[in-house]
């Protein structure tokens, strides 16, 4: 009994222990360095929404970022998720109040420009710096979107731009969009900062089309970089179209509390259950011993 039940300790701390090595965990969000974890595995896995709530890309893979920005495979990407997006539109019978859903930050203008000069997303983000950027309304646009948000015009498609920019900020992204080449648009909608109801960028955005569907807009598609774009509810019949974002993803679906707790949820989940079944080890034991 007593070897049995050593035995069971031993499987008990080892499977907890061995949370800490879990292969996609790295040296930043949920996870410590692993160096068998390839960096386009890391970003795969972040586009996927399996790693989120990270403040920054681990910093070996800064290279590999740069290397996907300024190569084919970023143009390719977003143009494969841009020609999903228009291939759904095109066999859609379009009505009055259909509608596309932008975001624009990192959907239809491009701020790769900044990250550039911020370390390819290794930094941390800092708001003052990028409002300082955003206002000085150089950004371009992202070429792909750019080509898609014609289409969708043409179609017939009504386009409304929601972004997490703050109201402040909307006679530089008007010029913005402008001199990027997106020439027209029904609604621009920009966040009030002073508005105590939408505390994060899901239920910011979950507000603003629950509030264009009461308007009569038919929400048929929705174009993000960020999972926040994309999440919560309120989004009509839409498809949502994820686009790839190499330097950073903001945690979306959940607070930052809730986040940073997770992996303590599925830790002790994991010891629970592992104890329990070290106690039915002990307990078949001691059966054997009386039987």
């Not at 929404?49 to 990407?77: L, M, W």
């Not at 150089?138 to 386009?159: D, Q, R």
Request: proline share 4%; aromatic share 12%; charged share 20%.
């Amino acid at each position: 009994k007593v070897l049995v039940f050593f035995v069971a300790t031993i499987l008990v701390a080892w499977q907890c222990h061995a949370y800490d090595m879990f292969p996609l965990r790295m040296n930043t969000g949920y996870g410590a360095r692993t160096p068998e974890v390839k960096c386009a595995s890391w970003r795969l896995a972040v586009e996927a929404h399996n790693i989120f709530g990270f403040e920054t890309i681990p910093e070996e893979c800064v290279e590999a970022t740069k290397e996907y920005i300024h190569g084919e495979q970023y143009r390719s990407d977003s143009k494969t998720v841009n020609q999903q997006a228009y291939f759904y539109a095109r066999d859609l019978e379009v009505h009055p109040k259909d509608t596309f859903v932008f975001s624009i930050d990192g959907t239809v203008l491009s701020n790769i420009p900044y990250y550039k000069k911020h370390g390819y997303g290794v930094e941390k983000f800092n708001s003052t710096l990028y409002d300082e950027w955003v206002n000085k309304g150089n950004a371009p646009a992202l070429p792909e979107t750019l080509k898609n948000y014609n289409k969708l015009v043409s179609l017939g498609f009504k386009i409304i731009f929601l972004s997490g920019r703050t109201l402040d900020k909307q006679a530089v992204t008007e010029a913005n969009l402008k001199k990027a080449g997106y020439h027209t648009w029904e609604k621009l909608i920009l966040k009030d900062p002073q508005d105590p109801s939408t505390p994060n960028a899901v239920s910011y955005k979950t507000a603003a089309r629950e509030k264009l569907i009461r308007q009569g807009y038919n929400i048929v598609g929705i174009i993000g970089d960020q999972w926040s774009d994309l999440l919560g509810g309120h989004r009509g019949e839409s498809r949502t179209f994820k686009l790839p974002n190499p330097c950073t993803t903001f945690s979306s679906s959940f607070t930052s509390q809730q986040s940073s707790l997770l992996p303590i949820y599925l830790y002790v989940i994991r010891c629970v259950q592992i104890g329990a079944l070290a106690s039915l080890y002990v307990v078949s034991a001691v059966c054997q011993q009386v039987m």
